[in-house]
């Protein structure tokens, strides 16, 4: 096979591309190089530049690289723009894969994995997020990607696509530092930015319903969501019938305050006290996966923890902030 990977020059696409080619995987990158950087690929991994939403440069890309299979990952993905700028949003994700789909039933490719998000669960009241849990997103960003579910869904139905799509929880760390996040719309490089500025980190809210007043989250290291998709890909790649939705997840919830203190422990900043400000509108008090179904159907598992994430990701500031 060889599989188009949207969004290869980025964060998350890049961690996915490495694991992709290191085993063994035929794969050609699409990205239109607006946050991705070419310097991410691997040596020997074709680059088209360009977006989803060009109908013409997907059509030629699937054509002169024989596609069989895609893994979308290209998308916009801040919450706060998104709600500031919805129509660019649906356009971006919506449209872009709309188009992407339309490409690639024309163009007979049979494999489609999907690159999702825990966000289209909104503020779910639970202690564990199953695939059951009702979906009910809270913000543009999370509906253009439970919008994005159904048109995979349909389509495979419709056209005999084998399909996936993985909704990430809270992504941390790095493969390697040249890998690392560039931005700082997370909580890890958040903190990272305010510790190394000798500024206090932010906490967002003490009194909610945990054990220690602050939200609890699920964090899963990116090079998981890598080994993720090859696992996913794998598994359309052998059931021609595949339509699974599966959330990506360690299943352990970690609160804020845990996190920024061992933030604080990696860097070595334990002397500057993290500030109480006001709760952010929306933030549930706790969003943990369950990563039962996961294992059930593509036998993976998360295999990295939380301070393994933070010193990764550490390495990765420290390497772009010198």
């Not at 691997?42 to 530049?49: A, F, N, R, S, T």
Request: with cysteine; charged share 25%; hydrophobic share 40%.
């Amino acid at each position: 096979m060889t599989w188009l990977i949207t969004g290869g020059a980025g964060f998350i696409g890049s961690h996915v591309v490495k694991a992709m080619a290191e085993g063994g995987e035929r794969i050609v990158v699409l990205d239109d190089l607006s946050t991705g950087r070419a310097e991410r690929l691997p040596d020997g991994v074709p680059l088209e530049v360009g977006t989803v939403l060009d109908r013409d440069v997907v059509d030629r890309v699937l054509r002169e690289h024989a596609v069989t299979g895609i893994v979308h990952i290209a998308g916009k993905k801040q919450v706060a723009e998104s709600v500031a700028k919805p129509l660019h949003y649906y356009r971006e994700n919506v449209e872009g894969l709309r188009t992407l789909l339309e490409g690639a039933v024309e163009a007979g490719v049979t494999r489609f994995l999907f690159s999702s998000s825990a966000a289209v669960y909104g503020m779910p009241d639970v202690d564990l997020v199953t695939e059951a849990t009702p979906c009910a997103p809270i913000n543009p960003y999370g509906e253009t990607k439970l919008a994005g579910e159904w048109l995979v869904t349909a389509t495979g139905r419709t056209y005999g696509m084998a399909t996936a799509s993985l909704r990430y929880f809270n992504v941390a760390g790095a493969a390697t530092p040249e890998l690392g996040d560039d931005g700082v719309f997370n909580l890890v490089p958040m903190v990272f930015e305010r510790l190394t500025a000798g500024e206090q980190p932010r906490i967002f809210g003490d009194d909610y319903p945990t054990p220690d007043g602050t939200c609890i989250r699920d964090y899963i290291h990116v090079e998981d969501i890598a080994s993720a998709h090859v696992a996913a890909a794998r598994r359309l790649a052998a059931d021609p019938d595949a339509s699974l939705v599966l959330n990506i997840g360690r299943g352990e919830g970690v609160s804020v305050t845990e996190m920024v203190g061992i933030i604080q422990d990696v860097t070595g900043r334990t002397d500057i006290e993290p500030l109480v400000t006001d709760r952010r509108p929306g933030d549930p008090a706790r969003v943990v996966a369950s990563a039962d179904r996961i294992a059930e159907e593509l036998g993976w598992s998360a295999r990295y923890g939380v301070r393994e994430m933070v010193e990764s990701a550490w390495a990765g500031w420290q390497l772009r902030h010198p």
